[in-house]
């Protein structure tokens, strides 16, 4: 079992009291439906394609663009690619970014089962083979921090760096969350409690009120979210990320001996989780960076992109450039 310290607890207190409502990621296997039709435009995005790429047992959706190392990008619940929409033409001034939508996310099909996090990473991982790289940095959200971390353990000559935002794991710190926003129990009950209870008219109220806790509400795409998960199916698959957290949490402590020796940016934000994102990921790396966003809640590419921006430049750009703040300090390379 995962023994909490009393230091970890108190971090842990501090922090979630500022928190109304932080927003992680659920499902289970629903009926698979085709990808929407992009909802980008022509214009949003210049210099960025679209595509899909199959794997095993689905096909990712996903948004390219830039030139240089490649950077996959994970994004949380619930929410898209599209999360990462105003930080991705910075990144891409250095680095081929890839934003992948999430096996039964956004764009990308519906896998009839497999939403632990380590057959989740193994799909991304197959993705980004096919699309012509085989070593790869990842910035991550949420429940796609979760996805990383297996990758980056798994895998670990495959990741050359690692950005974790937002969520501290399942298995080391992430339960201390349960008691405190009641979307993570709900989210993780068996079906069809959620599904009965959130129709297809209750998703912008549901989703709204999650959102409501950042610090910047106006400047999340909330929109983007709501259609993202209008459809039932989607919901559903979005629940089945929460059902397997109990499962996630065994397997990342069996595995934590597997210690991550590349560098971890672990950053949490001045109104949401502070440096529990750091101390949590201190207990299965070697060389952990702990980073707070300063005027921001849980949703930091979007309520303080100029932040994530400038820190990601330094975090995975070349060694020995100095931080223009103090805030920075901790993203140097």
């Known amino acids: 079992m995962f023994r909490k310290t009393s230091a970890f607890r108190r971090a842990s207190r501090s922090v979630y009291a500022a928190l109304a409502a932080v927003v992680l990621l659920a499902g289970s296997a629903a009926s698979a439906e085709p990808p929407v039709a992009d909802r980008s435009g022509s214009g949003d995005l210049p210099g960025f394609s679209h595509g899909t790429v199959a794997v095993e047992g689905t096909t990712l959706y996903y948004v390219r663009g830039g030139s240089g190392p490649p950077l996959v990008l994970l994004h949380g619940w619930p929410q898209t690619w599209r999360s990462w929409a105003k930080v991705m033409p910075s990144l891409a001034q250095n680095h081929t970014v890839i934003a992948f939508d999430l096996p039964g996310l956004g764009d990308s099909k519906i896998p009839a089962g497999g939403y632990d996090k380590v057959t989740t990473a193994k799909r991304i991982r197959e993705g980004v083979h096919k699309l012509g790289f085989s070593q790869v940095s990842l910035l991550a959200h949420d429940v796609g921090s979760l996805v990383a971390y297996p990758y980056a353990r798994d895998y670990p000559t495959e990741v050359v760096r690692m950005a974790a935002l937002s969520t501290p794991l399942s298995g080391f710190g992430l339960e201390e969350l349960y008691g405190v926003s009641f979307h993570l129990g709900l989210n993780q009950t068996a079906a069809p409690v959620p599904e009965r209870l959130i129709d297809n008219d209750d998703v912008s109220t549901y989703l709204g009120f999650l959102f409501s806790s950042a610090r910047h509400p106006d400047r999340i795409d909330q929109a983007a979210s709501f259609a993202a998960y209008a459809s039932p199916a989607r919901r559903t698959a979005g629940y089945g990320y929460y059902r397997a957290f109990a499962g996630d949490a065994a397997d990342n402590r069996a595995n ?72 920075l300090a901790n993203c140097v390379a």
């Open 256 to 327: 934590a001996h597997k210690r991550l020796r590349m560098p971890v940016l672990a950053m949490g934000a001045e109104f949401s989780f502070g440096v529990v994102v750091a101390n949590s990921f201190r207990q299965v790396g070697d060389d952990v960076r702990g980073v707070v966003a300063p005027d921001s809640g849980h949703w930091i590419a979007e309520e303080n992109t100029a932040f994530l921006s400038a820190c990601a430049k330094l975090f995975f750009g070349p060694q020995g450039v100095p931080a223009s703040s103090p805030e």
